[in-house]
C-alpha cells in the first residue's frame, strides 16, 4: 500500500505564518507537523511508499525538509505545479494528480498535512485491511461549537456510516471525521469517476459523502490526539498542550 500526505494548500486561515512556511512544515519543538506524520507512517509495515503532493510556490521548502529525512520507508515529493490560492487543485484535485502521476493501483493512506495526531495509526490501518472495507478516523468532541465546524457522523451498530452532516448547527452526534483516510486498491479508482462527475474537489471529506452511499465504509475511534491545525490559534494552543515554545 501507499501514503499519501496533502500539502498542497495555502493556509488562508493562518496568515500570516503561511507567508513564511507551509503549515505541514510548522515547527513542534525539535520535529515539525509532518515529520511527526512520517514517523508514525513509518510504523506500518504494508507501507511502501510515502508520497507528499505540495504546491509549486513551497515545493523547495519541502525538498529541504526531505534532505534531513531517514524513516525506513521510501519518499517522493510531488509539485501540482500551483502558485496560489486562485489555482489551486483542492484537496481531491491533489489526490487525482497524485493518483494519476504515481500511477498508484494499490491500497491508499490518505492523511492531511495539516493534521497533529498521536494514536497507532498502524491499528487503523489493520483495521481496515482485516476487513476489506475503506475507513476514516473519527474522534468524540465534546464541545458543541468545535463540532459546528467539523464534519459529523451517525453510524449503524456496524460502526459503518449512514449519515454525514457538514458543519452542523446542531450536531446530531458527538463524532467528528478527521481527515485521516484508508481506501482500498478498488475504492481509489472511483476518484477518476468523481472527478469525471465535476463533484468538489476542495475538501477531502467531500469524497467520503460521495462515497459512503455507495459502499459501506467503517470508521475508526481514534483513542489519543488528533488535531486540525488549520488556524494559527489551533498552532498555538497545540504547542501550549505539548509544553513547547511556539516560535513568536
Not at 496560489?84 to 489526490?95: E, N
Not at 494499490?106 to 492523511?111: E, G, K, R
Not at 463540532?147 to 457522523?153: D, E, I, M, N
Not at 459502499?215 to 501550549?240: F, N, R, S
Request: glycine fraction near 6%; aromatic fraction near 10%; include cysteine.
Amino acid at each position: 500500500m501507499k501514503a499519501l500526505i496533502l500539502a498542497a494548500g495555502y493556509a488562508t486561515r493562518m496568515y500570516p505564518l503561511n507567508q513564511m512556511v507551509h503549515k505541514a512544515l510548522l515547527p513542534l519543538g525539535d520535529d515539525t507537523i509532518i515529520g511527526n506524520m512520517v514517523n508514525l507512517i513509518n510504523r506500518i509495515p504494508e507501507v511502501s511508499e510515502i508520497i507528499v503532493v505540495s504546491n509549486h510556490r513551497f515545493i523547495e521548502d519541502f525538498m529541504h525538509w526531505k534532505e534531513g529525512y531517514s524513516g525506513r520507508i521510501p519518499l517522493d515529493l510531488l509539485d501540482d505545479g500551483t502558485t496560489d490560492v486562485a489555482d489551486r487543485l483542492g484537496a481531491i484535485g491533489d489526490i487525482c494528480f497524485a493518483i494519476e502521476q504515481k500511477q498508484i493501483d494499490d491500497d491508499l493512506l490518505i492523511v492531511a498535512g495539516d493534521t497533529y495526531f498521536h494514536f497507532p495509526l498502524e491499528d487503523f490501518v489493520e483495521t481496515c485491511r482485516l476487513s476489506d472495507k475503506d475507513g476514516v478516523c473519527v474522534k468524540r468532541v465534546e464541545d458543541t461549537s468545535r463540532l459546528s465546524q467539523l464534519g459529523v457522523v451517525l453510524l449503524d451498530e456496524n460502526q459503518h456510516i449512514v449519515n454525514i452532516e457538514e458543519k452542523p448547527a446542531q450536531p446530531k452526534s458527538d463524532l467528528a471525521m478527521y481527515a485521516i483516510y484508508y481506501y482500498t486498491k478498488d475504492t481509489v479508482k472511483l476518484f477518476a469517476q468523481y472527478k469525471e462527475a465535476g463533484e468538489a474537489m476542495d475538501v477531502p471529506g467531500s469524497f467520503v459523502v460521495w462515497l459512503y452511499t455507495k459502499k459501506a465504509m467503517l470508521t475508526y475511534a481514534i483513542q489519543g490526539q488528533c488535531v486540525d491545525v488549520g488556524t494559527v490559534e489551533a498552532y498555538t494552543q497545540l504547542c501550549e498542550e505539548l509544553g513547547i515554545t511556539h516560535p513568536w
